[in-house]
């Protein structure tokens, strides 16, 4: 009995966080009341409550899962036999994701504009986030065989972190293809 309620409970929770994941990605964060979570889960107020004491943890909840999509997808969207390779199928993939109708930015990106406060929780969240993919990316340089490879792989991470804005500014894919060129050029000695 108790392990039926337990994962019915875990249900409800998964239930919640994927409707205010899905809302704050797509309206934006202070956008998104409790109220419009409580009625797209289809669920009482105290429910939420019961799962997450307030909004501000269910948004680190969110940007906790962000995280970890994120983190997973650069991982796995970083394909190839070599080092070059690895890099460049990231613009690629990137220039796949602003291509979707889906898609509406960088949500820790998105985050920053919604939360200047740099000692709020949430903001921690995305600076771990920044500094996780930025370790990804200098391993990565890294493994090209470039000597200053900490500076490589921020040029890289920067390249593409400006390309997702200003893509999904247009509603283009210039700005991605543009960086992956600089970056191929940036990579020719390495290859």
Known sequence: ???AVSKRSQKTRERILDTASRLFYQQGIRAVG???IVEEA??????????????DELVAAYMEGQK?????WTRQAATGNTPTE???ALFDNVELLLKSPDFRGCPFLNGCAEFPDTTHPV?????????EIHRFFQELARDTGCENYESLGST???LIEGALVFGNLMGQTSPIVNARE??????????
């Open 34 to 36: 409790v109220d419009m």
């Open 68 to 72: 970890e999509y994120w983190l997973n």
């Open 156 to 158: 890289l991470l920067y």
């Open 123 to 131: 903001r921690e969240i995305m600076v771990s986030y920044s500094g």
């Open 42 to 55: 289809g669920i009482a107020k105290m429910t939420l409550y019961n799962h997450f004491r307030s909004k």
């Open 86 to 88: 690895k890099i460049l």
């Open 1 to 3: 009995m108790t392990q």
């Open 182 to 191: 600089i970056a191929s050029e940036l990579l020719k000695p390495y290859t």
